[in-house]
């Protein structure tokens, strides 16, 4: 498909995002970055460390003094917080769930984190989903696209992966937040996947990404 690609996936939690974005980005042989597994990395790095996640001060210099490697293996992106990589276990504990909003709400966490995510973009093509990948991070790609659900049909998926999260108080938070809250991009094509398979999600994004990366076609 000739330029590096950057894909821009958001959406609130347990929304189908992350099944939809891995998708793609197979599809499209690009890398795939969950950049919320940043958040909850440096979060299960601030409980390790027993700092309060409610502590502003104390988060920013921990902060100051962690250091993050990012990378990608087998076209996956990975992050490690100070040389250690977590399971999907410690990244997806009940602590982590309650205390990952208030962390990513502090403007020193995202400038730092959102600096690791543009630096994926300089070695490859793209499928990035969040937040604000295609409001903050990455707002000049034309590949963006804003996938929801129904907050009942959210919940039913999330407890089906037989996960306790507090999705609602965690999408309330993120989307208050003064820094990069969630939003819809105004340029984002929306899609409501309460009643559509992944499969269908995932042609309906592949479709308007070629369609759009076709020359000679204007948006
Ligand atoms: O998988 P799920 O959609 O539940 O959440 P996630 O993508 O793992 O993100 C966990 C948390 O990280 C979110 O609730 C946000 O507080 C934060 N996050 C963010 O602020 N910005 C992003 N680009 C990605 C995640």
Known sequence: MGN???IAIDGPAASGKSTVARRVARKLECVFVNSGEM???FTWWTLHNQVDPNDTVAVVKLLEETQFTCGEEDLVGY????GRRLTEEEMKNDAVNSSVSAIA???EVRARLVAEQRAFAAESSLVMEG???GTVVFPD??????????????AARRSAEGIEDSIEARDLAD???TASPLKVATDAMVIDSS??????????????IQWKSTPNVTS
């Open 4 to 6: 590096p690609l950057i």
């Open 39 to 41: 958040y909850r990395a």
């Open 79 to 82: 992050v490690e917080v100070q």
């Open 105 to 107: 709400a502090i403007a």
């Open 131 to 133: 937040r604000d990948i």
């Open 141 to 154: 790609t034309p590949y963006k696209f804003f996938i929801d659900a129904s907050p009942e049909i959210r």
């Open 175 to 177: 989307s208050m937040r």
């Open 195 to 208: 009643f559509m398979g992944v499969d269908e999600v995932v042609d309906l994004v592949v479709d308007a």
